[in-house]
């Protein structure tokens, strides 16, 4: 095997930039892939070389195996990473690098196909003796056969993709009325983002813990396992907490997991970096789930608290070196917890949120502290790809010490120009029933009216502020108020704005005694304390940190408002940039409300337009395989008594 000196990484984003951080103090030049979009992403710019793969959809560019090999090629690379998404667990993909003579940085395509489908998976499982969720996993895809399977095991059920993962193609059906449409969306969703619309049905069990093994196997047949993590914290069956080791489980609990994993693995002959997945119900017992044949989103916890590089691991193993330690030398060293930084709005159904990344800071370095992202200020985050801007990793020599560390990045961190999860975050981090370790899947919607309070309206004290930093932020000679930013002394002055921010509209009167911008920081006192609340001109826009939430201020208009909200009467607009899967709907069609009207699709994921009463339907304005825009008008709608 020739010395490894080019490594392409066929994947975007943060993981990529992961990868090649690692790979570039291994001495190695690092490829980078990318779509037309993605020609200047963060990923492409930290590369030695870039190679275009044309289109914008991942179908057109991420998930073409022909222009990945040529790219290889055309760069000299020896090897490929495929990060994880896309083609990770894709055994053809696997197939493809091999014959063309190339390193594979996962296991054999072989061990692919056989953990690669939930289906194949299970029955594996199920010969080697590992406990099962009561599920249906057959070949048979129609509606009937699952109603069958569903009656059979019991509602609710969960729908998931056999060759999914990230919470794509997965639904939970809670009766039989629901199941039709859960089944033909789950089965597009899972062949839009893996090629594969097959799925399988199981029980949907009541407050689970969502707890995986890291394995790592050579090519000498040596694997052991390094640790737990504990997932449990999602939504929409999508991870957004993780932490290592799991909170509570015993040592006899983590060697009983552990080696059943590793068991998984050598059944299958497995190579490298790989993750099993249990659920863990309240009696101790565990459940198998899948296997995944990659290296994790959320692997930098388990980097934390052993120590190791993964991804240097799985450049030496895919050379054939062995393992370095034994498993008896696995370290176990504190508490590492980390956060899935995300393009989307909690208040809005956790929908995908796309733009101008016109403010982003990251917290500062430091021990214990990690950052992992994708994207840096200006960039734009499309509607094409999946909404994870970037990780938050906080460690600690115990649980609580990681929990502050991280909670402290949180309040450090400052995202604007388009909604994300981090107040989100911060308040599932700040939670009392997270820090006391209570954890299952059933985590956020137990607590989610303190998770995603209804919105309050915004405080005197914040519209002053909000006033003070944006006039005071304006560049010189700029508009109307430049004369008043130093607010000379002895001529009064005060500046009236109409203001409006997160749907909120205030006139607010600035006066002489405003408090003032030192910077990019507008220093408040009261009561003798004085604080710091981060500010920043955008534009027409003030990004303010208060009370721990980003808040978007801009000027208001309120006649153009008036006339914006009237062209929209009746009309449904779409909630976010994406592609219109489907229009179920015509011209004249009388709806009743909750009528499915129009499928969208955005991020991998689809979001239905449902009738908000009934009514007739005036017009159409979109037609499937048509690119839409946030906020533009799908369906008009007229209102029946």
Not at 65 to 94: C, M, R, T, V
Request: aromatic content about 6%; hydrophobic content about 45%.
């Amino acid at each position: 095997m020739s010395t490894l000196t080019t490594l392409l990484v066929a994947n975007r984003g943060e993981i990529a930039c992961r990868v090649m951080r690692t790979a570039k103090a291994m001495g190695l030049t690092t490829v980078a892939v990318h779509s037309a979009v993605d020609r200047d992403a963060r990923h492409s710019r930290a590369a030695d070389i870039r190679v275009d793969l044309g289109g914008s959809k991942a179908a057109d560019s991420y998930l073409q195996i022909d222009k990945l090999i040529a790219a290889a090629q055309a760069s000299g690379a020896q090897a490929i990473h495929p990060g994880y998404g896309f083609l990770s667990e894709n055994a053809g993909f696997a197939r493809a690098i091999e014959a063309a003579g190339l390193i594979f940085l996962g296991p054999p395509a072989s061990a692919i196909d056989a953990m690669g489908s939930k289906s194949a998976a299970k029955a594996l499982m199920e010969t080697a003796g590992v406990p099962l969720v009561p599920g249906y996993h057959g070949e048979a895809q129609d509606l009937d056969t699952f109603r069958d399977a569903c009656a059979r095991i019991g509602y609710p059920v969960l729908l998931k993709a056999t060759a999914g993962g990230g919470g794509k193609g997965m639904k939970v059906v809670e009766d039989v009325s629901q199941l039709a449409e859960a089944l033909a969306s789950a089965q597009r969703e899972a062949l839009s983002s893996f090629g594969n619309g097959q799925m399988l049905v199981e029980k949907y069990l009541l407050k689970p813990r969502h707890v995986e093994i890291q394995v790592f196997a050579d090519q000498h047949g040596h694997c052991l396992y390094l640790n737990e993590r504990d997932c449990s914290i999602q939504r929409r069956h999508q991870k957004v907490v993780e932490e290592a080791p799991a909170p509570g489980l015993s040592v006899e609990q983590r060697q009983a997991m552990g080696e059943a994993a590793v068991r998984a693995a050598q059944a299958i002959g497995y190579v490298g970096a790989g993750t099993v997945e249990f659920l863990l119900d309240a009696r101790g017992d565990f459940f198998f789930m899948e296997m995944n044949t990659r290296l994790q989103v959320e692997h930098p916890v388990t980097e934390a608290i052993t120590g190791l590089d993964l991804v240097a691991w799985q450049i030496r193993v895919a050379q054939g070196e062995a393992l370095p330690i034994t498993q008896a030398q696995v370290p176990l060293n504190g508490h590492a917890i980390e956060v899935r930084l995300y393009a989307e709005d909690p208040a809005n159904e956790f929908l995908p949120a796309t733009g101008h990344l016109t403010l982003y800071r990251e917290s500062a370095p430091g021990p214990g502290r990690r950052v992992d992202s994708g994207v840096e200020q200006g960039d734009r985050v499309s509607p094409f790809y999946d909404p994870m801007l970037g990780k938050l990793i906080a460690w600690g020599e115990d649980r609580e010490q990681a929990r502050l560390r991280l909670l402290s990045m949180l309040e450090a961190f400052a995202v604007g120009g388009l909604k994300t999860n981090l107040g989100f975050l911060r308040r599932i981090i700040g939670h009392p029933a997270f820090a006391a370790a209570e954890l299952d899947t059933g985590f956020i919607p137990r607590y989610q009216d303190q998770l995603l309070p209804s919105p309050e309206p915004l405080s005197d004290e914040f519209w002053q502020a909000a006033g003070a930093a944006f006039i005071q932020s304006l560049p010189k000679n700029d508009g109307p108020w430049a004369d008043t930013r130093g607010f000379r002394a002895g001529l009064p002055a005060e500046v009236s704005l109409h203001l409006t921010c997160n749907g909120q509209h205030r006139l607010v009167n600035v006066a002489t005694d405003a408090p003032r911008l030192h910077g990019e920081h507008l220093l408040i006192e009261h009561q003798g304390v004085r604080r710091s609340h981060l500010a920043v001109r955008d534009g027409t826009h003030v990004h303010l940190r208060w009370d721990g939430e980003m808040h978007d201020v801009s000027l208001f208009d309120p006649i153009a408002a008036v006339e914006a909200n009237h062209a929209h009467q009746g009309g449904l607009t779409a909630p976010m940039n994406g592609s219109i899967v489907r229009v179920l709907v015509e011209p004249g069609q009388h709806v009743e409300a909750g009528t499915q009207l129009v499928v969208l699709e955005a991020m991998k994921m689809e979001h239905n337009i449902r009738a908000p009463h009934a009514g007739v339907v005036k017009a159409l304005f979109c037609q499937e395989g048509e690119m839409v825009a946030e906020g533009c008008a799908l369906v008009e709608l007229e209102a029946v008594d």
